[in-house]
């Protein structure tokens, strides 16, 4: 009679504040909510916001980790007891990491059914590059150059965790990085702001589609708010300190994208910006993100963050690091406990305004009606779809399709590749290539070990050539007792001699080598970026008996592979790829998918040259002074080039460009037109990239700098002409003060495969009182 009495307390509430939320709601072409429909929700937060306790607003800002089996007994004591309580009471607004219809419809009934209110729990979970299929991870991702591809990889990710009562990822990760050391590359885009943005916007839309409130998408996060991609030395959590020009330039401008394509949610960073912890920084969250960018979704930290300002050094206690968050714009506690302990208190006392509070939970409610949790809060717990949609073939297909796009051919001397189809002995070699756990990557929470396509399994699949397989080494030696951890193998070499015999025996060797899959990612910082453990020794102890290699990478990071280099004829970048991993490379290394990956992210030939990027400065002296001098910006024991540049990727084709043109099309606004032809034998994939360079300016910009490319398919001997138009946005850049100009004068446009550009043009921007006319030369 008390639970009847309790549903009917909740129905009368949910008809007079008006939640039942319309389906059919219109979106605009961003994925945010029109204006009309916005209004709608504003007024339905803002009548149940008024039916709230402070305590129970307070519980909204509070997100908890899964702490029990929800569907089995309730805790009945110490922390995890503490939080069901919680929950109970209305004081949790969010959950993570409770995953699967059954665990979510439990802890979501106790939400809806026990509590005051029954104000839906939004469910997070960290949908990276997959939920149960995974995909590549993201900085292979971004090496396919194919928004649509990743859109599509986001969006098949989102129907899964959504099928499994997830509506809340926290992904897409748009930090910006050019140390490969950091062991989070895996999760971004890699070291370019302009691509970045544009990976980030296909995530953001993947994930959240044409309609929020639809049960096959799920909120998206743009992470980590700001500047944790630039972390001192590459190591995970450390300091971040950058200059005002790269952090408008080259960090800002991929969340600036996020927030205009109407991504629901932000997360904060663990590192701290010009001396203040990300978490309590006024600067980012009130004065930028919600001041001069009005962004209306809310915020969380990043895991404990909150607390980890005492460590910082910037909050004395638990309640100064509450008081410090919740002023400087957090709106929700991710696993911190400060919010929900001492924020009342904190109000009560004056130091922190109620206002404020209502502010946070506005947002956060307006992202609940969003997903549409209020008109239904079990409409992601379908068992039903749940076993329908897990791993289906729409989702096998699109992972397989991401995973061969996102390969990358690095070097393919003599033509090795692809394979002939019969009559060939293959070895292969590598533990890595018999693993069907670590191509899965990091960050593949949700997925079960074992279900990758092994690159034995791929190769399998062609009968025509005969396979031998050889371990010749283990890459880790088994887990190290903490959760995704391993050790690496450093000195058993005892399958050596079963691998060289092989090989010995062999018309080609394909040699599997690289990273485990948990070498990369949260934690995962290296300060050697060679192949871990005895591998190197393996590749060479190979060579000396058959030099006719093909070395496939799989890894999370760039490497540094000068060996490999100089000896070693076919170098495939292959990365980490997710489920279908096997079948992917097999198809690469077979000619069945012509590869047209492109790096997003330098390979050094060094440790030493990191961190290394193309988009450097010109410095004060830049070009080799006469014989024998020192005094100009170089190494003296290695070159300043990289081992592979940014945008570098090869094709079983060859293309060639020709005939760069500059147009005026009117004020600051240029065509720039290129001949592209492929001149090879079979059909192939480039990406046609255009750099500028503003010569002089009132902030130096870099020598180069991406401002657009173009995936295009051309068959043998065929030939487009492929334009790119030049705005003030792709000219322009923000100066020290945060404003965006558009100066006068000389600018360079250069073209072609790579940033290490073929053809290259100038023009002359006029100032505005000669109306932007311009000189070509």
Same mark, same amino acid.
């Given at each position: 009679?008390?639970?009847?009495?309790?549903?009917?307390?909740?129905?009368?509430?949910?008809?007079?504040?008006?939640?039942?939320?319309?389906n059919?709601?219109?979106?605009?072409?961003?994925?945010?909510?029109?204006?009309?429909?916005?209004?709608?929700?504003?007024?339905?937060?803002?009548?149940?916001?008024?039916?709230?306790?402070?305590?129970?607003?307070?519980?909204?800002?509070?997100?908890? %980790?899964?702490f029990?089996?929800?569907?089995?007994?309730?805790?009945?004591?110490?922390?995890?007891?503490?939080?069901?309580?919680?929950?109970k009471?209305?004081?949790?607004?969010?959950?993570?990491?409770?995953?699967?219809?059954?665990?979510?419809r439990?802890?979501?009934?106790?939400?809806?059914?026990?509590?005051?209110?029954?104000?839906?729990?939004?469910?997070?979970?960290?949908?990276?590059?997959?939920?149960?299929?995974?995909?590549?991870?993201?900085?292979?991702?971004?090496?396919?150059?194919?928004?649509?591809?990743?859109?599509?990889?986001?969006?098949?990710?989102?129907?899964?965790?959504?099928a499994?009562?997830?509506?809340?990822?926290?992904?897409?990760?748009?930090?910006?990085?050019?140390?490969?050391?950091?062991?989070?590359?895996?999760?971004?885009?890699?070291?370019?702001?302009?691509?970045?943005?544009?990976?980030?916007?296909?995530?953001?839309?993947?994930?959240?589609?044409?309609?929020?409130?639809?049960?096959?998408?799920?909120?998206?996060?743009?992470?980590?708010?700001?500047?944790?991609?630039?972390?001192?030395?590459?190591?995970?959590?450390?300091?971040?300190?950058?200059?005002?020009?790269?952090?408008?330039?080259?960090?800002?401008p *991929?969340?600036?994208?996020?927030?205009?394509?109407?991504?629901?949610t932000f997360?904060?960073?663990?590192?701290?910006?010009?001396?203040?912890?990300?978490?309590g920084?006024?600067?980012?969250?009130?004065?930028?993100?919600?001041?001069?960018?009005?962004?209306?979704?809310?915020?969380?930290?990043?895991?404990?963050?909150?607390?980890?300002?005492?460590?910082?050094?910037?909050?004395? %206690?638990?309640?100064?690091?509450?008081?410090?968050?919740?002023?400087?714009?957090?709106?929700?506690?991710?696993?911190?406990?400060?919010?929900?302990?001492?924020l009342?208190?904190?109000?009560?006392?004056?130091?922190?305004?109620?206002?404020?509070?209502?502010?946070?939970?506005?947002?956060?409610?307006?992202v609940?009606?969003?997903?549409?949790?209020?008109?239904?809060?079990?409409?992601?717990?379908?068992?039903?779809?749940?076993?329908?949609?897990?791993?289906?073939?729409?989702?096998?297909?699109?992972?397989?399709?991401?995973?061969?796009?996102?390969?990358?051919?690095?070097?393919?001397?003599?033509?090795?590749?692809?394979l002939?189809?019969?009559? /060939?002995?293959?070895?292969?070699?590598?533990?890595?290539?018999?693993?069907? @756990?670590?191509?899965?990557?990091?960050?593949?929470?949700?997925?079960?070990?074992?279900?990758?396509?092994?690159?034995?399994?791929?190769?399998?699949?062609?009968?025509?050539?005969?396979?031998?397989?050889?371990?010749?080494?283990d890459?880790?030696?088994?887990?190290?007792?903490? *959760?995704?951890?391993?050790?690496?193998?450093?000195?058993?070499?005892?399958?050596?001699?079963?691998?060289?015999?092989?090989?010995?025996?062999?018309?080609?060797?394909?040699?599997?080598?690289?990273?485990?899959?948990?070498?990369?990612?949260?934690?995962?910082?290296?300060?050697?970026?060679?192949?871990?453990?005895? /591998? /190197?020794?393996?590749?060479?102890?190979?060579?000396?008996? %058959?030099?006719?290699?093909?070395?496939?990478?799989?890894?999370?990071?760039?490497?540094?592979?000068?060996?490999?280099?100089k000896?070693?004829?076919?170098?495939?970048?292959?990365?980490?790829?997710?489920?279908?991993?096997?079948?992917?490379?097999? /198809?690469?290394?077979?000619?069945?998918?012509?590869?047209s990956?492109?790096?997003?992210?330098?390979?050094?030939?060094?440790?030493?040259?990191? *961190?290394?990027?193309?988009?450097?400065? %010109? @410095?004060?002296?830049?070009?080799?002074?006469?014989?024998?001098?020192?005094f100009?910006?170089h190494?003296?024991?290695?070159?300043?080039?990289?081992?592979?540049?940014?945008?570098?990727?090869?094709?079983?084709?060859?293309?060639?460009?020709?005939?760069?043109?500059?147009?005026?099309?009117?004020?600051?606004?240029?065509?720039?037109?290129?001949?592209?032809?492929?001149?090879g034998t079979?059909?192939?994939?480039?990406?046609?990239?255009?750099?500028i360079?503003?010569?002089?300016a009132?902030?130096?910009?870099?020598?180069?700098?991406?401002?657009?490319?173009?995936?295009?398919?051309?068959?043998?001997?065929?030939?487009?002409?492929?334009?790119?138009?030049?705005?003030?946005?792709?000219?322009?850049?923000?100066?020290?003060?945060?404003?965006?100009?558009?100066?006068?004068?000389?600018?360079m446009?250069?073209?072609?495969?790579?940033?290490? @550009?073929?053809?290259?043009?100038?023009?002359?921007?006029?100032?505005?009182?000669?109306?932007?006319?311009?000189?070509?030369?």
């Amino acid at each position: 009679m008390r639970k009847d009495l309790k549903r009917l307390n909740i129905v009368l509430i949910s008809f007079l504040i008006g939640v039942s939320c319309n389906n059919s709601q219109e979106t605009n072409s961003s994925g945010s909510i029109n204006k009309g429909h916005s209004e709608s929700i504003d007024s339905k937060v803002e009548s149940l916001l008024d039916k709230m306790t402070l305590e129970e607003k307070i519980g909204q800002m509070n997100q908890y %980790n899964g702490f029990w089996d929800v569907t089995g007994p309730s805790p009945s004591s110490g922390d995890a007891a503490k939080k069901y309580e919680h929950l109970k009471k209305g004081y949790v607004g969010s959950m993570l990491n409770v995953k699967g219809v059954k665990e979510v419809r439990a802890v979501q009934k106790i939400a809806v059914g026990e509590t005051r209110l029954g104000i839906p729990l939004i469910i997070g979970f960290d949908v990276i590059h997959g939920y149960k299929t995974i995909s590549p991870i993201p900085l292979a991702e971004a090496a396919s150059w194919d928004l649509e591809a990743i859109q599509r990889s986001a969006q098949v990710a989102a129907k899964e965790a959504a099928a499994a009562g997830i509506n809340w990822t926290f992904a897409p990760m748009v930090d910006i990085s050019r140390d490969a050391r950091w062991g989070r590359v895996m999760e971004g885009a890699g070291e370019d702001p302009f691509l970045g943005a544009k990976v980030g916007v296909a995530r953001v839309k993947g994930f959240q589609g044409d309609d929020l409130s639809s049960p096959s998408t799920i909120a998206a996060c743009a992470k980590h708010w700001a500047g944790y991609g630039f972390a001192e030395a590459g190591r995970d959590y450390n300091t971040a300190d950058v200059g005002t020009s790269t952090l408008y330039n080259i960090i800002f401008p *991929p969340f600036k994208a996020a927030a205009n394509a109407g991504v629901r949610t932000f997360m904060n960073s663990f590192n701290e910006l010009n001396g203040v912890p990300a978490t309590g920084n006024v600067f980012l969250q009130r004065d930028i993100l919600k001041g001069k960018w009005e962004y209306n979704g809310f915020v969380v930290s990043d895991w404990g963050s909150i607390n980890e300002m005492m460590a910082h050094g910037y909050a004395k %206690n638990k309640r100064h690091a509450a008081e410090l968050s919740v002023n400087a714009g957090s709106d929700m506690d991710m696993e911190s406990y400060a919010y929900v302990n001492e924020l009342a208190e904190l109000v009560r006392q004056g130091k922190v305004s109620e206002t404020l509070i209502d502010d946070a939970v506005t947002r956060i409610l307006r992202v609940k009606f969003e997903l549409g949790l209020f008109d239904d809060p079990y409409k992601y717990c379908d068992e039903a779809r749940e076993k329908e949609v897990t791993g289906n073939k729409e989702i096998q297909e699109a992972v397989l399709d991401m995973a061969r796009k996102s390969i990358v051919l690095l070097k393919n001397e003599n033509n090795l590749l692809p394979l002939k189809k019969e009559g /060939q002995k293959i070895a292969i070699i590598g533990a890595l290539a018999n693993d069907k @756990t670590s191509p899965l990557g990091s960050w593949r929470l949700a997925a079960d070990d074992d279900t990758a396509v092994s690159v034995l399994e791929g190769m399998e699949q062609y009968s025509g050539n005969m396979l031998n397989y050889a371990k010749g080494a283990d890459v880790a030696l088994g887990e190290t007792g903490f *959760p995704f951890e391993v050790n690496i193998n450093t000195t058993d070499k005892s399958e050596f001699n079963k691998a060289i015999a092989v090989a010995k025996d062999a018309d080609v060797v394909i040699m599997v080598l690289g990273e485990h899959g948990f070498q990369s990612g949260e934690g995962r910082s290296r300060a050697l970026l060679g192949l871990p453990g005895v /591998q /190197q020794e393996l590749l060479e102890a190979v060579y000396q008996v %058959n030099k006719n290699i093909v070395l496939v990478l799989n890894n999370g990071r760039p490497l540094v592979i000068n060996w490999a280099d100089k000896h070693i004829p076919a170098i495939v970048e292959a990365w980490q790829l997710g489920t279908q991993s096997g079948h992917a490379i097999a /198809q690469v290394l077979y000619g069945d998918y012509n590869p047209s990956g492109k790096l997003p992210m330098t390979f050094p030939r060094s440790v030493g040259q990191v *961190p290394i990027y193309y988009n450097y400065k %010109n @410095t004060g002296r830049p070009v080799i002074p006469a014989p024998n001098q020192v005094f100009w910006s170089h190494y003296i024991d290695e070159s300043n080039t990289p081992l592979y540049p940014f945008g570098h990727g090869l094709s079983y084709t060859s293309f060639s460009y020709s005939n760069l043109k500059i147009d005026t099309i009117s004020e600051g606004t240029f065509k720039v037109a290129v001949d592209l032809k492929n001149t090879g034998t079979v059909k192939g994939k480039e990406v046609v990239q255009l750099y500028i360079r503003d010569m002089i300016a009132s902030v130096t910009r870099p020598i180069k700098e991406l401002k657009g490319f173009e995936l295009v398919s051309l068959k043998p001997n065929e030939s487009k002409t492929v334009t790119f138009t030049l705005t003030e946005e792709e000219l322009g850049f923000y100066n020290n003060e945060g404003k965006f100009v558009v100066e006068p004068g000389e600018f360079m446009v250069f073209v072609g495969g790579s940033s290490n @550009t073929i053809l290259e043009m100038g023009f002359e921007l006029g100032s505005v009182n000669t109306k932007r006319n311009a000189r070509i030369f």
